[in-house]
């Protein structure tokens, strides 16, 4: 069974850092876009990073670039996301995606492949 378990999201005070892990089991993600999302209550699921499989080309939302960093571990088969200067805005449940298409592809959140089942991120002021 192909699957995406997120890991990493917890409790952290406005300004700490989070790392968020996705692992990819079933299958090898390694010619696959990822990327991640967010959902926050009460809001629609936004696209927060993305990562192509080849040269890693990045794409961030402008609510993220500067404190967050997407990375790939192709060995491992794991996504990341490392998340520095967290802001209460920041509170969500954070999804994982992976899609054979391009990274550009995984950026407009259609059609995608595979999703994780998510984690919650959660920023206290």
């Known amino acids: 069974q192909v699957q995406l378990v997120e890991s990493g999201g917890g409790l952290v005070q406005a300004g700490g850092s989070l790392r968020l892990s996705c692992a990819g089991a079933?299958?090898?993600?390694?010619?696959?876009?990822m990327g991640w999302f967010r959902q926050a209550p009460g809001k629609e699921r936004e696209f927060v990073a993305a990562?192509?499989?080849?040269?890693?080309?990045?794409y961030y939302a402008d609510s993220v670039k500067g404190r967050f960093t997407i990375s790939r571990d192709s060995a491992k088969n794991t996504l990341y996301l490392q998340m520095n200067n967290l802001k209460p805005e920041d509170t969500a449940v954070y999804y994982c995606?992976?899609?054979?298409?391009?990274?550009?592809?995984?950026?407009?959140?259609?059609?995608?492949?595979?999703w994780g089942q998510g984690t919650q991120v959660t920023v206290s002021s």
């Open positions: 995606a992976a899609d054979h298409r391009t990274a550009r592809a995984v950026v407009a959140g259609l059609g995608i492949d595979y």
């Open positions: 079933g299958r090898t993600f390694s010619t696959y876009a």
């Open positions: 990562i192509s499989w080849q040269v890693g080309i990045t």
